[in-house]
C-alpha cells in the first residue's frame, strides 16, 4: 500500500514542491481517502468484481479513458501556465509538464 501511495501521490508532490507550493496529498483529506476507497475497491472486492469490470466493458473503458485524458489535458495546461508564471522558462514548464503527466508511469 505504501509503494502504491508512493507511485500515486511522489510525482504530484515534486511538481508542487517545484512550484513552490504545498503539495495536495496535504491539502486535506480527501485525496487520500479516495486513494484508499479506490485500492480497497480493486484489491477487496470479491471474485475481482471491480478489476474485470474495468477491464472487460467497453462502456465503462471508455468513460475512464475519455476522464483520463480530459485530467491529463488540464495538468498539462496548469503545469504550464504556473510553471511559466515561476520561472518563466519554457524548458521548466517542460519539465513540470512531463512530471506532472507522466511521473505516476515514470515514478514506476
Given at each position: 500500500?505504501?509503494?502504491?501511495?508512493?507511485?500515486?501521490?511522489?510525482?504530484?508532490?515534486?511538481v508542487?514542491l517545484?512550484?513552490?507550493?504545498?503539495?495536495?496529498?496535504?491539502?486535506?483529506?480527501?485525496?487520500?481517502?479516495?486513494?484508499?476507497l479506490?485500492?480497497?475497491?480493486?484489491?477487496?472486492?470479491?471474485?475481482?468484481?471491480?478489476?474485470?469490470?474495468?477491464?472487460?466493458s467497453?462502456?465503462?473503458?471508455?468513460?475512464?479513458?475519455?476522464?483520463?485524458?480530459?485530467?491529463?489535458?488540464?495538468k498539462?495546461?496548469?503545469?504550464?501556465e504556473?510553471a511559466?508564471?515561476?520561472?518563466?522558462?519554457l524548458?521548466?514548464?517542460a519539465?513540470?509538464?512531463?512530471?506532472?503527466?507522466?511521473?505516476?508511469?515514470?515514478?514506476r
Amino acid at each position: 500500500t505504501a509503494s502504491s501511495f508512493l507511485v500515486k501521490f511522489g510525482s504530484s508532490a515534486l511538481v508542487s514542491l517545484l512550484l513552490g507550493k504545498v503539495p495536495v496529498v496535504f491539502s486535506g483529506p480527501r485525496h487520500a481517502a479516495f486513494f484508499f476507497l479506490g485500492f480497497a475497491l480493486v484489491w477487496l472486492s470479491p471474485g475481482d468484481v471491480a478489476y474485470s469490470t474495468l477491464r472487460d466493458s467497453r462502456a465503462l473503458k471508455l468513460l475512464v479513458d475519455m476522464g483520463g485524458g480530459l485530467y491529463k489535458m488540464r495538468k498539462v495546461i496548469f503545469a504550464v501556465e504556473a510553471a511559466t508564471a515561476v520561472q518563466g522558462n519554457l524548458l521548466f514548464a517542460a519539465l513540470v509538464a512531463v512530471l506532472a503527466v507522466d511521473g505516476t508511469t515514470l515514478t514506476r
